[in-house]
């Protein structure tokens, strides 16, 4: 996809090559040391905002993280921000440290195409909530990141726009479906991003790539504004390189919106707060004996174990649960995600908006629509719709998408059960590492069951988190461990996850990423952008 705002070199120095070390520096700070300096006025937004943008046009021709760079918007909204901090006015921590935004939530004035080709070029009315409360934080967005199509997969192979690639080894995949916010992530691109979880999506990557992604409580952030996959499962968070990254963007798009009817009312605590206390001494940690089983990479259950031990030793208490319907939870999933994608999606129908093809010499409304949603959707969507209208047919409803619910209701009493004995739930987040591109794209079956162990917390609306938990010894590449709350305790996966973060660090001597591969070394300096 073009990106006309980011076409040729960039002005200013940085990582591009000019051997500025003050920009190379600023890339690799976190969101809340840059808040921090950019408080203290020993950096300005401006050159925050100049330094990752340099570092886009090095790498991201490549990496491919970006379907469009907002480069004049994000360097004026940056000046604005220096020139309000240098009047004395009082601006929000996070306001100039820059934002990537997934491409399936609406933005004013930059394109919004769900990775799709049927909503090429689309630039919509509004902000999606998410993104407004940002953009009122004084947050710098950068530009809209790459995905499957409609935010179907799990490996962002599935974009219209061509897949996404993992920093951490340019052949392999960075998860999907927001494989475009993980990679720009860990890429150092851009230190905060915005996601979006229907079965997965955020929690994946995170797991493939060495960042932080967190799937909120359902409800608990507004899905106004982000273009519908299934309603019911559908949830945005934020993603990060630390996990008090994560809490100070989680702690800006939360909280009650009008516009979202399946939007919580609750006042919720301060995620932030909760990663200052954090601390497992006497915490309940339960292991999902279901999940943790000869399926799953061998690497990645070394990791996963450690992590579990260390825990331990910090004064957790780790425990074997049930939840017998774990193992039944992706067939549901594969129906009622399916069904009620192709009630969303039955929005694109060449007549309202987006795309129109009109067969040779004209035709009818359906023909028109039959051939716009032909050279619209991609195969992956293609196959979703068809079986989720077929789930839904007169005849079929009963046995498979009212089954669907009845095993949904079963996998959510198993988490009410294991919660009635532990505080949290413990998993590998997906069971390998990032495979190669290509790889698993002839065998849907094969990619659907990445998600095996993420999607009981889409069925049952609860929140999790996924933090880096080493490298697996085979093939070097991240591995994450998955924690699960019950629904309204984000706080209690914070805690967790940062004593976790803060214990793994200790014996790291610093981040999972600062082991990561130099992209500059990496990728051939030709040309920028694509």
């Not at 591009?16 to 976190?30: C, H, K, M, V, W």
């Not at 918007?73 to 009047?87: F, K, N, P, S, V």
């Not at 962002?156 to 720009?184: F, K, Q, V």
């Not at 989720?388 to 988490?415: C, H, M, N, P």
Request: proline share 6%.
């Amino acid at each position: 996809m073009s990106c006309p705002e980011a076409s040729g070199t960039l002005a200013g120095s940085g990582d591009s090559g000019s051997g500025n070390p003050a920009a190379s520096e600023l890339i690799r700070l976190t969101a809340a040391e840059l808040s921090a300096q950019l408080v203290a006025g020993e950096v300005s937004a401006v050159d925050v905002t100049q330094a990752h943008l340099d570092r886009i046009n090095t790498v991201d021709g490549t990496v491919h993280a970006f379907l469009h760079i907002a480069h004049e918007r994000a360097l004026t909204a940056a000046a604005d921000i220096d020139r309000r901090r240098a009047a004395g006015e009082k601006l929000h921590p996070l306001a100039g440290v820059p934002l990537a935004i997934k491409d399936v939530l609406t933005t004013r004035g930059m394109p919004t195409t769900a990775g799709s080709r049927i909503l090429e070029g689309w630039i919509p009315p509004y902000d999606a909530t998410s993104v407004r409360r940002t953009l009122d934080a004084g947050m710098i967005p950068l530009g809209k990141t790459n995905m499957d199509e409609f935010a179907m997969g799990s490996s962002t192979e599935h974009s219209a726009y061509g897949p996404t690639r993992n920093p951490w080894d340019l052949d392999r995949i960075p998860g999907g479906s927001g494989g475009g916010s993980a990679a720009a992530v860990a890429a150092f691109e851009v230190p905060l991003a915005l996601g979006s979880d229907t079965g997965g999506s955020i929690r994946q990557p995170a797991h493939v790539t060495g960042t932080v992604g967190i799937k909120p409580t359902y409800g608990a952030v507004s899905r106004y504004g982000a273009i519908a996959l299934a309603s019911s499962l559908d949830q945005i968070g934020p993603v990060s390189r630390t996990v008090l990254d994560a809490a100070l963007l989680h702690d800006v798009i939360a909280g009650h919106d009008p516009h979202d009817s399946t939007s919580l009312p609750d006042a919720w605590p301060s995620m932030v707060e909760a990663v200052r206390r954090a601390d497992v001494a006497g915490l309940r940690i339960g292991i999902v004996r279901q999940l943790d089983s000869s399926s799953v990479q061998s690497g990645v259950s070394t990791r996963f174990h450690e992590a579990l031990v260390l825990l331990e030793k910090n004064g957790a208490q780790i425990v074997e649960v049930d939840a017998p319907h774990f193992e039944h939870a992706i067939a549901a999933y594969y129906l009622i995600l399916p069904a009620e994608a192709s009630s969303n999606l039955a929005k694109f129908d060449s007549v309202r908006f987006g795309l129109r093809v009109t067969p040779p010499g004209g035709g009818t409304v359906e023909q028109v629509m039959a051939a716009t949603r032909e050279a619209g959707f991609g195969s992956e969507v293609k196959r979703r719709i068809i079986l989720g209208t077929y789930a839904l047919s007169s005849g079929y409803y009963d046995a498979y998408y009212g089954s669907a619910q009845k095993v949904r209701t079963l996998v959510q009493r198993d988490f009410t059960a294991a919660f009635e004995k532990v505080d949290v739930l413990a998993t590998p987040t997906a069971p390998t590492t990032a495979f190669k591109l290509g790889e698993k794209l002839d065998d849907p079956m094969s990619m659907y069951l990445n998600d095996v162990a993420t999607i009981p917390a889409n069925l049952a609306g609860v929140p999790g988190i996924s933090v880096p938990a080493g490298l697996a010894p085979e093939d070097g590449l991240p591995v994450g461990i998955q924690f699960l709350a019950p629904a309204r305790e984000d706080a209690r996966l914070y805690g967790v996850g940062a004593a976790l973060e803060r214990a793994l660090h200790a014996q790291w001597g610093g981040p999972l990423l600062a082991q990561a591969p130099d992209l500059t070394r990496m990728i051939p300096l030709e040309g920028g952008h694509r």
